[in-house]
C-alpha cells in the first residue's frame, strides 16, 4: 500500500500557511457577507453554545456513540473475521454476500436502520456498528485466510493443539491486518455517526450542525467545524500511535496483508 | 475471496438468505413492522424502473459522481505530484493539509449549505472535498518513493526535468496514482449519496430518504440494494479498466482495496 511511510510528520511550520488564511480572513472581515463571519466571531458562536451547555452535551453523545461502536466492531469484526477466515467452506459460501455488504456504500445503511428501528436511543450505535464492522471483518478474515503454509507447519511441528494454534500462531499473524481495518473503519464510523444525527436529528454534534445551519448561525457552523475537525484529528492521531506503539512488536512489512 | 469459478456455495448462500428473508417476512416471524419481502422489493423495483423514476435518478447521480471523480482526480493528483516532488512545499505547506486531511467532510455540508443552498454546487464541494484526499496521499507517495530510487537514473541519461516527469517518474508512480483514482471513485459515490440526503434533493440518496419519509419500504429497499450493485459495478469496471490500461500492475493494484 502506498502510504505516505517516507514522511513520518511534516514539519510543524508547514501549518503557517494555514493560519495565514485564518489571521487575512480575520483582518479582512467580510462584513457586508453573513455567510463569512471571521474566526473570533466563530470562537463568540461557539462559546455561546458552552454556555448553554448544548456543546458538550453533544460531544459526549457523538463520542459516546463512536467509541461504543469502534469496540463493539472491533470484537465482532474481529471474531467473524478470525472465524471465518479459519474455514475455506465459509468464505467461499458467505464470499458473495460479504462482497455486497462491504461494496454496499455505507451511508444507505442508515435509512434502512432508521426503517426497522425507529428512532431510538439504540438507533445510532447499531448503524454505526453495522457500517464499521465490515472493513475489519473483512481485513482479519483475508490475512487469516492468506496464513502462510509455513506457520502451519510450524503448529504441526510444535503439536499445537487447535486452542494454542489459535492463540499462538493465527491471532497474532491476523493483528496488523486487522489494525488495517480498524484504520478504515475509524473515519468512517465518525462520519456515519455525524450522519445518522443529522438525518435523524437524534442529540450529538451533527444534528447541533444542522440546527444551527438552518438557523443561519453560520458562526456556531464554523465554529462547530472547527470542533468536529479537532475530534476527527485527535482521534486519527491517537489511532495512529496506538497501532504504531502495538505494531513496533511485529516485523516490518507484517502491517502490508491487505484487501481480500 | 474472488475466485474466477463459478462460486457454487456462494450463489446458494445468496438465494437461502433471500428466501430465508422472504419466508421469515411471510410467516410473520420477524418483529419489524416495516421489512417487505424480496418479492415486493422486485415489485417496487420494477415499478421504478417501468416509471423512469430510476433511470432519472442514477443519471443524475452518476454525472455527480463522473464531474466529481474527475475534478478531485485532477486537483487531488496535482497536489499530490507538488508536494511529492517538492521538498519545500512539503516543509512548508504539508502540515496545513494533514490538518485539514482528517475533518470529517461530512462536517462541510452544513457549511456548503449555508453558501450554495440546495444544489449541485454544494453536493459537488463535499464530494470534491472528500475525494481529493486519497488521490493525493497516494500520488505523492507514488511520486516521492520513486523520485529516491530512479533518480540515479535519469541523472545517467541526462534527462530533463519534463523527460523525467514524463518518462521516470509518472510511468513508476502510475500504480499508485491508479489505486488513488479507484480508492477516490469509491469516496465519491459515498459522499454524492451522503450529500444527496442532506444537501441536494436529487438522485439516487435523495430518492432512499424520501422513500423513507413517505414510508415506501419496498421502494426504499429497491433502490438501497440498487445503489449496492452499482457500487459494485463500478468498482468492477474499474479494476477491468486498470488491467487493461497496466497490465503489469493491474493485479497488484487490484489487492491494494
Not at chain 1, 487469516?144 to 506457520?151: I, R
Not at chain 2, 502510475?174 to 442532506?198: D, H, K, Q
Not at chain 2, 450493485?229 to 486498470?242: G, Q
Request: with cysteine; proline share 6%; glycine share 10%.
Amino acid at each position: 500500500m502506498f502510504r505516505r511511510a517516507s514522511f513520518g510528520l511534516p514539519p510543524l511550520r508547514g501549518l503557517l500557511p494555514l493560519l495565514f488564511l485564518l489571521v487575512l480572513w480575520q483582518a479582512i472581515d467580510p462584513k457586508g457577507s453573513p455567510y463569512f463571519p471571521p474566526p473570533s466571531a466563530w470562537w463568540t458562536g461557539l462559546a455561546a453554545l458552552a454556555r448553554s451547555g448544548r456543546l458538550a452535551s453533544a460531544l459526549s453523545a457523538t463520542l459516546t456513540t463512536f467509541f461504543l461502536a469502534i469496540a463493539l466492531a472491533c470484537v465482532i469484526g474481529g471474531l467473524a473475521g478470525l472465524l471465518i477466515g479459519r474455514s475455506r467452506g465459509a468464505r467461499r459460501a458467505l464470499g458473495p454476500l460479504l462482497e455486497f455488504c462491504r461494496g454496499l456504500p455505507p451511508p444507505v445503511m442508515v435509512p434502512v436502520g432508521v426503517l426497522l428501528l425507529g428512532y431510538v436511543e439504540g438507533l445510532k450505535l447499531v448503524i454505526v456498528v453495522l457500517v464499521a464492522v465490515w472493513p475489519i471483518l473483512l481485513n482479519t478474515a483475508s490475512s487469516t485466510a492468506a496464513l502462510s503454509d509455513l506457520l502451519g507447519e510450524v503448529s504441526q511441528t510444535f503439536r499445537l493443539g487447535r486452542f494454542a494454534t489459535l492463540r499462538k500462531i493465527v491471532v497474532p499473524s491476523a493483528v496488523p491486518a486487522f489494525l488495517v481495518g480498524v484504520r478504515g473503519a475509524v473515519p468512517l464510523a465518525i462520519i456515519i455517526t455525524l450522519l445518522v444525527e443529522m438525518l435523524t436529528s437524534l442529540p450529538g454534534i451533527g444534528s447541533l450542525i444542522v440546527i444551527s445551519q438552518r438557523q443561519f448561525h453560520s458562526a456556531e457552523v464554523y465554529g462547530l467545524l472547527v470542533v468536529v475537525g479537532l475530534v476527527g484529528f485527535v482521534i486519527n492521531g491517537a489511532f495512529v500511535m496506538i497501532e504504531g506503539m502495538l505494531l513496533s512488536r511485529w516485523p516490518p512489512r507484517a502491517g502490508y496483508v491487505q484487501g481480500t | 475471496m474472488r475466485a474466477d469459478r463459478i462460486n457454487i456455495p456462494g450463489i446458494v448462500t445468496l438465494l437461502l438468505v433471500a428466501a430465508a428473508w422472504e419466508a421469515s417476512v411471510r410467516t410473520g416471524l420477524v418483529t419489524f413492522e416495516y421489512l417487505p419481502a424480496p418479492s415486493a422489493i422486485a415489485v417496487a423495483f420494477a415499478g421504478i424502473v417501468r416509471s423512469g423514476e430510476l433511470l432519472t435518478n442514477t443519471a443524475h447521480t452518476l454525472r455527480s459522481v463522473l464531474i466529481g471523480w474527475v475534478l478531485a482526480g485532477l486537483i487531488g493528483g496535482a497536489l499530490g505530484l507538488i508536494f511529492g516532488l517538492s521538498r519545500f512545499a512539503r516543509r512548508w505547506f504539508l502540515a496545513s493539509l494533514e490538518v485539514l486531511r482528517p475533518l470529517p467532510a461530512i462536517a462541510f455540508l452544513p457549511v456548503a449549505l449555508l453558501l450554495f443552498s440546495f444544489s449541485l454546487t454544494t453536493e459537488l464541494v463535499v464530494m470534491i472535498y472528500a475525494s481529493i484526499w486519497p488521490m493525493f496521499i497516494n500520488t505523492m507517495g507514488g511520486v516521492s518513493d520513486v523520485a529516491s530510487r530512479l533518480h540515479d537514473v535519469s541523472l545517467t541519461l541526462k534527462l530533463t526535468r519534463m523527460q523525467t516527469l514524463w518518462k521516470v517518474l509518472l510511468p513508476a508512480a502510475a500504480p499508485a496514482i491508479v489505486v488513488g483514482a479507484r480508492l477516490c471513485l469509491g469516496t465519491t459515490l459515498v459522499m454524492a449519496i451522503i450529500a444527496e440526503m442532506i444537501g441536494n434533493p436529487h438522485g439516487l440518496g435523495y430518492a432512499v430518504v424520501s422513500a423513507l419519509m413517505s414510508i415506501q419500504p419496498e421502494q426504499m429497499f429497491a433502490y438501497v440494494l440498487f445503489i449496492g450493485v452499482l457500487a459494485i459495478a463500478l468498482n468492477y469496471c474499474l479494476i477491468v479498466a486498470t488491467r487493461r490500461l497496466l497490465p503489469a500492475y493491474g493485479r497488484e493494484a487490484a489487492n491494494h482495496v
